[in-house]
């Protein structure tokens, strides 16, 4: 697939909240079309805040962008609220699996559609997309959200924000919490709407390892400030990465 202009770019992003505690101290990071970039680094390093910074959403937290710029589709995302970003293609999937828990599965997924005003024959074409990528959702698309298993309510999260048909889907550690082969199946979907779409996507993760396995390139931040960034295979083989964000000791990397 062919990988062109810039879709996303964070400059020297610096923010803060309460205007008291520093949250990100100098973060910068590119998504081009067609690409799957993975932001990486521990507990802490930012990459929430980052994810929210760029989503518009930083001031519901009482958050505040102090410096720098971020750019989405060519245009300063700061004059845009988190609403218009979303009609424009930039849609975020926030961390702990958010669902409707007193609606159905299928009920969540729709809501995700409202904002485009589809017809009835487009939402259906758009949840059989989604019923085709996640196929336990299909069954269960009749049961309330709040009493699906913690994968299914992490598909049902990422099938609602596809039926905003997103140019940019953004995720905020969608593995957390979820055991290995639900994990894979989720990635592999992401994987397929990347290779089969175009569909660009920035992941946040601490579980380097699957998220360097699917990407194209990764930036790691470090105590708000990005410390490393480069192509994903490429940073999957050095040593430091491993040590220090692959959870493998210096023996083992060797």
Do not use: W
């Amino acid at each position: 697939m062919t990988i062109h202009e810039v879709l996303l770019s964070l400059t020297g992003v610096e923010a803060t909240y309460n205007h008291a505690i520093r949250a990100l101290s100098g973060v910068s990071l590119t998504v081009r079309t067609g690409e799957i970039v993975a932001l990486l680094g521990a507990n802490g390093a930012g990459k929430s805040t980052a994810l929210k910074a760029l989503s518009g959403l930083l001031g519901a937290e009482r958050g505040q962008i102090t410096a720098g710029t971020i750019v989405y589709d060519g245009e300063d995302s700061a004059r845009r609220s988190p609403a218009d970003l979303v009609r424009r293609g930039l849609v975020q999937v926030l961390e702990g699996r958010h669902c409707f828990r007193s609606l159905t599965v299928e009920e969540n997924l729709i809501v995700g559609g409202l904002g485009r005003k589809a017809g009835r024959g487009e939402l259906r074409r758009e949840l059989d997309r989604v019923y085709s990528l996640f196929p336990r959702l299909r069954d269960k698309r009749g049961a309330l959200s709040g009493l699906t298993s913690g994968g299914e309510q992490q598909m049902t999260a990422i099938g609602r924000a596809l039926m905003a048909r997103p140019r940019l889907l953004v995720l905020d550690e969608p593995s957390m919490g979820l055991a290995p082969l639900v994990v894979e199946s989720i990635f592999a979907a992401l994987k397929a709407l990347n290779r089969d779409d175009g569909l660009s996507i920035l992941v946040a993760e601490q579980n380097s390892t699957v998220a360097l396995r699917h990407a194209d390139r990764a930036t790691v931040l470090e105590n708000g400030r990005t410390v490393l960034e480069g192509a994903a295979a490429e940073l999957r083989e050095r040593d430091d990465v491993k040590a220090f964000y692959l959870g493998f000791g210096v023996a083992d990397a060797a």
